[in-house]
């Protein structure tokens, strides 16, 4: 089998099943049936979303896997969020600021004079 060819080119609503077909027993139904929103995620976000289940949605362990900053992690995840209907949360400028700290990126007192702004 192949996955849905999603997205499609040109359309910009969620495609509408109509037809279910259960390969052991032979049964076909007929209706109208609505994706859920994971159904049409496109690869990328489908791909990076069993990544964040395998690792118990422990980002920092996303980070480690795919080998990218906390920041592209988090702007992947906020993607993922958007793709399924939800608004990600504002960033929190001092835990950004934080995060760096911890990573190595800035020195300590490159943090304390962000973090009094």
């Known amino acids: 089998m192949r996955p849905l060819p999603l997205p499609f080119p040109d359309e910009n609503e969620a495609p509408h099943v109509t037809e279910l077909r259960f390969a052991g027993s032979g049964v076909t ?3 109208a049936f609505e994706l ?6 496109t690869p990328d ?12 949605g422990n980002l920092k362990e996303v980070e480690r ?3 990218v900053s906390y920041p ?4 992947r995840f906020d993607t993922l969020l958007r793709a399924i209907g939800y608004e990600p949360e504002l960033a929190d400028p001092q835990a950004e600021i934080l995060s760096s700290l911890e990573r ?9 004079r962000k973090l009094r702004r």
């Not at 859920?36 to 995620?41: I, Q, S, V, W």
């Not at 976000?45 to 118990?56: A, D, K, Q, T």
């Not at 592209?72 to 702007?75: K, P």
């Open 29 to 31: 139904v007929r209706g």
């Open 36 to 41: 859920n929103e994971f159904a049409t995620l």
């Open 45 to 56: 976000n489908l791909e990076f979303l069993r990544l964040y289940i395998r690792v118990r």
């Open 65 to 67: 896997v795919l080998g």
């Open 72 to 75: 592209t992690v988090r702007a």
């Open 104 to 112: 190595g990126e800035i020195t300590p007192d490159e943090a304390a």
